[in-house]
């Protein structure tokens, strides 16, 4: 997409965790810029650090050598503007749908009125009308991660990272949760990076997918999808999706 | 305490029917269980000063509240025991806060603290009031000892319940010491937490009891040992009585308290 400044540089990022002997290595090395308003998935085999990457993204932890640089600044614990949407919906069971999503607005001291107002509008954005005094007990997997990625956007970040945000739901509402978050990101302008395990997912959302290799984890391609947008599932079916898509599962599983 | 009283939160009536079953079985069981209790009296050939007929307990209650000695010596306990409640619960939360967030305190201090546990109440009832008094001071304190520690543990297992995702995301979001502990902690760990207030509730009449049995000039323990000097059983069955009025009164607070606060929990409706 276009050659904007980076919002985002990982530089030689190593991540060792300790342990009784020597430390498990999860990340090796691993360098990549995302531009402004892109995409970006991350795809990888399963235990090959990819939540440890988006944890030193967000700046949830340190890593163990190289730096990320987001917005031109070093990157040293985590910022505002930088939203995170967490495997499991991870709401507050104590707080209506509403009073999750205006969470962020809250601890920055937003008037209520305006935090409301704001919720209500990602409320509509994300489909969940009528539910704004559900408890997240009553909401169904999909519905919970809507909840979670307005409470994501709420705050406006520049940069939202995504953590399998889709894992754990059926495979029918994992797709039009796609195609829905990608509306949300074409509604705002907002840049993605978001880690999954489904390849078809990746390159039916991202403007460019990066392939990690298995443990410990470095870039082994950086791949451009040069789909045109607004993108369907329909796309899914046609030679260039299948010709990029075979393209990532070899590098995967060349490692 | 019972088993069923540690395991209070899933007790709860939570269902429509289970309540409605409670609210006819409760005023049955009662009504049979006097009735059993009069016909022993009749038949047994038992003194009434050893086993005293529920009329003879009921008319001694009458009387004991028409001279007005009874809700005298009930409102000397039930401040003892709110004030032992209120003690030991502002003493436990604080110390279980820092347990739970200091590996030193909790290093330095628990081995104590467990090793208090050891010692019966009733052990060191005495001590507290040759140091205190046989004022209500005394007794205040040994209904707040023995509300600490269940209060404490559950303190400690609530604050180290909170999930982690939730402290990455108030991590994530910039959130300060005080938020996190107020729009975090303090609700993540109030499940648990009012699992231990129930238990504490009801321990905190037994210990301002306790303390009235050692020496005190009022209060409803002192009325029991009135009651047994003078061989005056109907009387000691009607503190008794009191005594366990007050505890469900106590009980019922608090469980009122978490079925208001924690309503959340109630799934409302499932698709």
């Known amino acids: ?255 | 305490m019972t088993k069923d009283e540690q395991t209070g939160a899933t007790l709860l009536p939570r269902v429509s029917t289970r309540r409605k079953f409670t609210l006819w079985t409760l005023p049955v069981t009662l009504l049979l269980t006097l009735l059993a209790w009069e016909a022993f009296t009749r038949w047994s050939g038992l003194p009434a000063f050893m086993v005293p007929s529920p009329r003879a307990v009921w008319s001694r209650f009458l009387l004991a509240l028409d001279d007005g000695s009874l809700l005298r010596h009930t409102v000397v306990t039930l401040l003892e025991v709110l004030g032992g409640l209120s003690l030991g619960l502002t003493v436990a939360i604080c110390l279980g806060y820092g347990l739970a967030k200091s590996r030193t305190i909790e290093r330095l201090l628990a081995p104590y603290i467990v090793a208090s546990q050891s010692v019966p109440v009733v052990a060191i009832a005495p001590l507290l009031v040759i140091w205190f008094g046989t004022g209500s001071l005394s007794k205040l304190l040994i209904s707040a000892l023995i509300v600490f520690f269940p209060v404490l543990v559950n303190t400690v297992v609530g604050l180290r319940s909170v999930p982690v995702d939730l402290r990455d995301l108030m991590r994530s979001l910039r959130a300060t010491r005080w938020q996190i502990f107020a729009k975090l902690e303090v609700p993540a760990a109030m499940p648990v937490l009012f699992g231990g207030l129930k238990i504490g509730a009801t321990l905190s009449v037994i210990g301002a009891v306790v303390g009235e049995f050692v020496a005190a000039d009022e209060g409803l323990g002192y009325l029991i040992n009135v009651g047994r000097g003078l061989y005056d059983t109907a009387l000691v069955f009607v503190v008794v009585f009191d005594l366990v009025g007050m505890a469900l009164a106590l009980y019922g607070v608090v469980a009122g308290l978490e079925r208001w606060l924690l309503a959340y929990r109630e799934v409302t409706s499932r698709s």
């Open chain 1, 1 to 255: 997409m276009s050659e904007s400044a980076p919002i985002l540089t990982a530089y030689d990022l190593s991540m060792v965790y300790p342990n009784g002997d020597g430390g498990i290595q999860a990340l090796a090395g691993v360098s990549f810029t995302v531009s402004r308003q892109e995409f970006v998935c991350f795809v990888g085999p399963s235990g090959c650090g990819k939540t440890t990457l988006l944890r030193l993204l967000a700046g949830l932890i340190a890593p163990t050598y190289g730096e990320v640089v987001f917005e031109g600044k070093r990157l040293a614990q985590p910022r505002r503007r930088i939203g995170f949407v967490f495997q499991q919906a991870n709401l507050m069971p104590w707080r209506t749908v509403l009073s999750n999503i205006v969470l962020p607005l809250e601890l920055q001291q937003v008037p209520a009125r305006e935090a409301e107002d704001r919720a209500n509008n990602l409320i509509n954005l994300v489909g969940l009308n009528g539910f704004e005094t559900s408890y997240p007990c009553d909401l169904s997997g999909g519905m919970a991660q809507r909840v979670a990625i307005a409470r994501a956007l709420i705050h406006e970040p520049n940069l939202l990272l995504l953590d399998e945000p889709f894992g754990s739901l059926d495979a029918l509402t994992r797709e039009r949760m796609g195609a829905e978050l990608m509306r949300v990101w074409e509604a705002r302008t907002v840049t993605v990076v978001m880690v999954t395990h489904s390849i078809s997912e990746a390159v039916l959302l991202a403007d460019r997918v990066f392939v990690l290799s298995a443990r410990p984890a470095h870039v082994c391609l950086d791949l451009p999808i040069p789909l045109p947008r607004p993108r369907s599932l329909e796309m899914t079916h046609t030679g260039a999706f299948g010709k990029l898509a075979s393209q990532v599962r070899l590098a995967i599983e060349q490692g």
